[in-house]
């Protein structure tokens, strides 16, 4: 064994102190130099827009240099936790927080609705290359455990041409807390009052059935491996990575395939309603060609803001969204806003403070 | 201590009385500074863990306080109606850790006997060196080779062949997804052989060579000094990289979510989908709001913990019987 001798390591600290003057020194001095960005605003939230916010941050602060939005896509309820602990400026959410949520607040909260998305049923049928159409209660049917094979008559009735067998079939859901199955559940519950009583709709749920995969991805494979299997997936994963999806029956009767179009459409539907509450489920919406599942998904953003500068750029942002912004989404797949909803959006604006 | 020594003296230089004298003869050969940071470092492991144990149950206070201890023997988990339960996620954790155990325990222990003792050196080293690369393979990696590969395989050929030839035993019956408990043990196993194989292999290689020659001289064959002589004198060491296995088998999150089906549910058949209390976090952590459900996701980590704890201490135990059986430990 070598003794350590204390001129040693008086020396060796020695050493290192200076090694870190010289490392640290100079570097805290030259971080230190030019004057940090005047507005520096943070979110976190939601992961399903988060393509779209990174893009519109990122053409805002190139149009005002002196602006910096920084957004974690942590989750919709890590963005609504760090938004309560005051933490960051502002969330984001794909699930409308309830009053229950809202009353642990502190401070009051508005929603303002981005961008929406729709979800679709994909699925794997050997033999079977026809586009299927699916209605709400072969859906629910399904997602129940109620419909079992594939030739069941709920499916085989809109279904005449496709052929379908007497297979078994594999239900894939989401094993991840997801805006997507808040969406798809919101949609199911809607629909099937069976489904309401006794399984309801949240990020996670209790699936009375199925497999669960991780993630769009974790599902579309499952999908795509496990014959005889059905899954929901996002629209823009769909699109993306062209996964066929089935159309479904909307509330006029007829069978819509989702599309950024029929999206937007089902927006405008419910837009009139939205004038006292902007929290409201655009699930099951009314109009001919709307699409049936698909939701807003908001930014959270309190209605005081005590620092004056904060607050403009915040509001000032909001505006540039719903102008300029909109124009963006769609090439990232998103549906937009339809007017009548980006007209109330503009008067809430108001109540920032 | 030293300095309760030097308060004994009031004067303002005091003069080196004995205790100070050593202590202070003792901070200039480095022991006491090397004693004073070794000392620091160990504690803050002892601190890490007691704060770990603290923050989990501080932070699942509402969950305990709705549910006690029928958190763990319920079998609902259900977030819309707010009513949870950890006992089929403790049985999927269990289940694939056993069935991991099970494949990877003989497989790992057989490499490292044939690595330490029958092959040549130049191969041993090279095949160890691979078997460390394998160990440090990203578990998510794992998870892909699963799904692509393995999950195919055993709903095309292998989940097919056990239902056809083992089917009157519940383990091997019910429908055939591929995903599952059995496949998220099999790859349990793959990750966890590694782990076996390299701290076995040394473990068998730090045997004495005395003890195989006495052996030997005694008449027996290579195989007998093998089996009989270096794997009982190492079992100390092999069973604690079984332990180790177990503790990452235990905790896998990533390449398990992605086979195991993630369902709730307890079921008799290996077949069929479960889930793991590590998956079960990783999946619905993020997007979980209300204060009950993350205190109830909470206190699933705070079982795993206390898991955890209990299955160590029981390796522990088990060392200690084979220990007092009488055979020698490196």
Known sequence: MKKLSAL???????VVGLGLTLVIGPKTRLVAAPPPPPSLINGAGATFPYPIYSKWFDEYHKLHPDIQINYQSIGSGGGIQQLKAGTVDFGASDMPLNDQLLGQFSFKVIHFPTVLGAV??????????????????????????????WNDPALTGPNAGANLPGQDIVVVHRSDGSGTTFVWTDYLSKVSPDWKSSVGSNTSVRWPVGLGGKGNEGVAGLVKQTPNSIGYVELIYAIQNNQPYGRVRNSSGDFVKASLASVTAAAAGVAGQMEKDVRISITDAPGKEAYPICSFTYLLIPTRIADGAKRKVITDFLHWMLANGQTMVESLNYARLPKSVVAIERKSLGQIQ | MASSASTFTPSPRPALTGRARVFLLRLRSGDEVAHLITLIFASAILLITVLLAFELYRNSALSREKFGWHFLTTRTWDPVFEDFGALPFIFGTVVTSAVGLLLAVPVGVGAAIFLAELAPPRISDALAFVIELLAAVPSVIYGLLAIFTLVPLLRTVVQPFLKEHLGFIPLFQGPNYGVGLLAAGLILAIMIVPFIVSISREVLMAVPVEQREAALALGATRWESTWKVVVPYARAGILGSVFLAMARALGETMAVTMVIGNDPKISSSLFAPGYSIAAVIANEF?????????????????????????????????????RRKGTAHP
């Open chain 2, 286 to 322: 993020t997007e979980a709001t209300s204060d009950l459900y993350i205190h109830a996701l909470i206190e699933l980590g705070l079982v795993l913990f206390i898991l955890t704890i209990i299955l160590n201490g029981l390796a522990r135990l088990l060392i200690l019987a084979t």
């Open chain 1, 120 to 149: 679709v049923p994909t699925y794997n049928i050997p033999g079977v290359n026809a586009e299927l159409k699916f209605t709400p209660e072969a859906l629910a049917g399904i997602y129940l455990g109620k419909i079992t094979k």
């Open chain 1, 8 to 14: 040693h390591l008086v020396l060796t600290l020695v």
